[in-house]
Each structure stands twice: as C-alpha cells, then as structure tokens.
C-alpha cells in the first residue's frame, strides 16, 4: 500500500533563517506531488506541484522553493524565513487525473 | 479571487441531527468535486467525491450532492457523530487539469453529544 511521509511534525525557527522539509511517498510509482499551505484560519494554497523529478511548478510567488531529486521525494525550502511564512504545511501526492490527493501528516511551522 | 468559496466558517450540530455543510464555485470547467475533512494537526483525509455528470453521490451516512446550474455543492451528514467534528474541506478540480485542485476555506463543525 502507498504511504506518505513528511517531517518534522513541528518546527520553530527564527526569522532569516533557511527551511527544509522533506516529504517522501512509497509504494507507488512516478506520483505527482504537491506542497501546500494553511495559514493560520485559511483554506488549502497550492505552493507547488511536480509531475517529474526535476519538474516543478510554482503556483504563488513567495519566499519558497521545492525541489525533487528523486521519483518519490519532495523537498520544500527557504534561504531566509519570513514571518509570514508560519503555516501548516502539507505535502500530497496524486496520480493520474481526476483522482484523489492523499496528504502527508502536516509540519506546523512557527517563524518567530 | 476565491474560485471556491465556503460561506459558513463554523456550524454546530447535535448529534443524530443532520448536519449540511455548502460550497459554492464560480470557475463553470471545474468538473470534479471532492471533500476532506480534516482533525487539528493532520492532513486531511479524502471523504466523498463527485463527477460533474451526477447530482448526487452517497457513501454510508455521508452524500454530497451537486447542483451544476446553481454551481453549488453540498455535504451531508446524517446521522452526525461527535467524531464527525473537524473541519471539511470542499475542493474542485478542472477538466483535464491534472490533480489541481482548488480548494474552499474550510468549514468548522461541532457535534455535540
């Protein structure tokens, strides 16, 4: 059966400091894999989406970036964390179309 | 601009009442509804889904109903459960788009016992 994992569960950093979050499925193969936000009382914000190793796209612009070196890991990064970038993080992955997300367990990240 | 849009923040149900939770949408090529509910400090979790060629899709005490002309989508839970608290998520996704899927604000609901 396909999982998906992503950690930390949670993390505080100062601002101006870098971010790495790693997420990695298993059990499937080629998946497309997305990074998403919830901020504090909001809904879902796609940040990215890969459909391919070294295949990324951005959706918002912002402070971020990703990256995916592998078939089945997805990394999110930052070179100096702002304050606006506190949030629930969440990775996902997908296949085909018109077919479901499954979400990671979530890294709530506190920029202080 | 808010493709997908849950109006009710919060809605507070007791339980074995019915509970109904709403999504309206304004983008006409979304064709592929889902919702997710989600517990505090968890990804969410895949619930129901519709394809725009139905009205109507049931799962147990869950249904979530589509009404295309209006561009409205509903949940519906029936009986509620107080393990049914969490916030739902309603999400679409556009023909041929892949997997990017928009999605709503999110909607909190308490059932007590």
């Known amino acids: 059966s396909q999982t998906i994992h992503q950690w930390p569960a949670t993390l505080v950093q100062p601002v101006g400091s870098p971010l790495s979050l790693e997420c990695t499925v298993e059990?499937?193969?080629?998946?497309?894999l997305y990074w998403y936000r919830q901020a504090a009382g909001r809904g879902l914000q796609l940040l990215f989406y890969?459909?391919?190793?070294?295949?990324i796209s951005s959706e918002v612009p912002q402070n971020l970036s990703a990256s995916r070196p592998q078939d089945r890991q997805f990394i999110l990064s930052s070179k100096k964390l702002l304050l606006s970038d506190s949030g629930f993080y969440l990775c996902?992955?997908?296949?085909?179309?018109?077919?479901?997300?499954?979400f990671g367990s979530g890294t709530q990240l506190s920029v202080l | 601009d808010q493709q997908v849009k849950q109006n009710s923040p919060s809605l507070s149900v007791q339980e074995g009442r019915i509970s109904i939770l709403n999504c309206d949408y304004t983008?006409?090529?979304?064709?592929?509804f889902l919702w997710y509910k989600k517990y505090p400090a968890e990804g969410p979790t895949f619930l129901i889904s519709?394809?725009?060629?139905?009205d109507k899709n049931e799962d147990g005490r869950f249904t979530v109903f589509l009404n295309k002309s209006a561009k409205h989508l509903s949940l519906h839970i029936v009986p509620s459960q107080p393990g049914d608290s969490a916030v739902y998520f309603c999400?679409?996704?556009?023909?041929?788009?892949?997997?990017?899927?928009?999605f709503g604000g999110g909607t909190r609901l308490m059932v007590k016992p």
């Open positions: 519709i394809s725009s060629i139905k």
């Open positions: 996902a992955w997908s296949t085909g179309s018109n077919e479901k997300l499954f």
């Open positions: 890969s459909v391919g190793i070294g295949q």
């Open positions: 983008n006409s090529m979304f064709d592929y």
């Open positions: 059990g499937t193969s080629n998946p497309n």
């Open positions: 999400a679409a996704n556009p023909l041929n788009a892949g997997n990017m899927l928009t």
